[in-house]
């Protein structure tokens, strides 16, 4: 008996797990073979579209078809051989060769003219038929993009919710995706460190596996998790609807360290002041050194600084003597407490008018997209120009959508003062009870320039701690006629103009970005 290949092919993986396609195809060929006197001595089966160039099992069969290892192949039907007109090519061309091509279902005698020609047309016809079903699935991905749905798998820290649904975060796994950016965001860890650690935590494959570095590195690139949806291949960006994971502050900040434009760095002895004092004469930070194993002194590194050195318990005694001035005493923070009740009441207004500050600047955005729309349309600019700037306007929005969603009491005046001062009111017993990276926050809260003369430290305080501490020296040495009350009122003013004048320029600034 003549002996022959058997080829058979489904489009999918999932069509050859669940349906019956392949072994219908087998058992047709098998009879086809049996009544034709044939042997099929090798079969070869395939799970991939025939859409697609260079299938690897197919390949591998004409290889050894042009070896000579068979006298032919046997294949349900012509679709099943080739979609494409090069696969076909290349059948065609072992045909030429004298290799026996046999179709059960479609009865071509591929050895005369009329037979090659009838199977041209069907393969023709093929190729037709997948690449207007290619554009139809294309119309349909890019429509459900556009509407700001995602129509491929749920990435990891989202779930599938079905067709036509918004991915939503995944209650286990979408927290410690979030934990994940944060984590990398401080600049403390490199990927082999954020993996074993997002391990500890729990962040798996589904197949209960740690996430690969490779994912962990697309994870922390992927901009869906701000609520954007970016095709790779095309560079096109879509808004989603999907609820964002991250915040854009955030993301954009682990861009900059996956970029390199934020160093991360390593830290072998935790100092307190740690880039923390800069030297009077030259600028630069004080470094750390640990003396006889308990002794630690800061010194200026630079040739022409020399005597800029300072013991740390020095450092240490001058930062407290700077937060004593902020210190409330007990009957200060109780007016403080009663009086700021009855300004929070008045505040809503200033809250109204923040909230209509960003929305006029989002509604802004919305505008610009719709320009940029009609300049592309128009052919004013070109597909790339397009994208870029459409990506740029999206993250704006993302930002401001970010900031909106934030905006609380918490951003009012009143509100603002009152933080501060409770800040400032604990700074001394935080700073004292501390442990080393407690003492840092503290101080990069509190400080805005920390410098050494000589020996001499020299602090600057932040506003509005800076102005609090000026007028609590002034009252040094005075008589005391003031109340407690008083002190309270002047101390509450200085820092509820201050906030104002802080979030009015914040305000001017982004209308002027």
Partial sequence: MKQYFGYIRVSTAKQGDHGSSLQEQRSAIEAYAANN?????????ERETA??????????????????????????????????????????????????????????????????????????????????????VRKGFYGRLKQGFYPLPAPIGYVDMGGGKVKEIDPVRGPLVREAFELYASGTMCLRTLQAEMKR???????????????????????????????????EVFEGNH???????????????????LVRRVVKHDFIFRRLVRCGRCGRHLVGELQKGRYIYYRCQVPGCRGTIAREKDLDNAVQSALVLLRLEPSEQKWIDEHAATLRKH???????????????????????????????????DKEVFEHRK??????RAGLRDELGRLSDADLPVHKAIKNLELGKV??????????????????SITSNFTLHGKYPEI???????????????????????????????????????????INAAVAQKKVA
């Fill in 243 to 261: 609820e964002p994971l991250v915040s854009k502050a955030t993301f954009d900040r682990v861009q900059a360290i996956m970029h390199g434009k």
């Fill in 51 to 136: 859409a697609k160039q260079g299938r690897a099992i197919f390949s591998r069969m004409l290889a050894k078809l042009e070896k000579g290892e068979a006298q032919g192949v046997v294949i349900h039907k012509i679709d099943r051989s080739a979609r494409n007109l090069k696969d076909w090519a290349n059948l065609g061309d072992l045909i030429d060769r004298g290799i026996d091509v046999k179709f059960v279902h479609d009865s071509f005698d591929m050895r005369s003219r009329g037979g090659r020609l009838s199977a041209d047309i069907q393969a023709v016809v093929a190729a037709d038929y997948i690449r207007n079903l290619r554009d139809e």
């Fill in 427 to 444: 700074a001394l017993s935080g700073y004292q009870l501390g442990i080393p990276v407690e003492k840092r926050a503290i101080i990069e």
């Fill in 201 to 235: 935590r729990g962040l798996l494959t589904k197949s209960g596996k740690p996430l690969p570095l490779n994912s962990l590195h697309q994870m922390l690139r992927s901009s869906f998790y701000i609520g954007q949806i970016h095709i790779a291949i095309t560079g």
């Fill in 347 to 381: 505040d809503a207004d200033d809250l109204e008018r923040l909230k209509v500050s960003l929305q006029l600047r989002l509604a802004k955005t919305e505008d610009r997209l719709s320009r940029l729309t009609d300049a592309y349309l128009d052919h004013d600019i």
């Fill in 391 to 396: 990506g740029l306007v999206l993250n704006e």
């Fill in 460 to 502: 600057a305080l932040h506003s509005p701690f800076r102005e609090w501490a000026n007028w609590r020296k002034s009252q040094f040495g005075a008589p005391r006629r003031d109340t407690p009350r008083e002190r309270a009122a002047q101390i509450l003013n200085i820092a509820i103009g201050l906030a104002k004048e802080e």
């Fill in 37 to 45: 006197g044939l042997l099929i001595g090798e079969w070869f089966e």
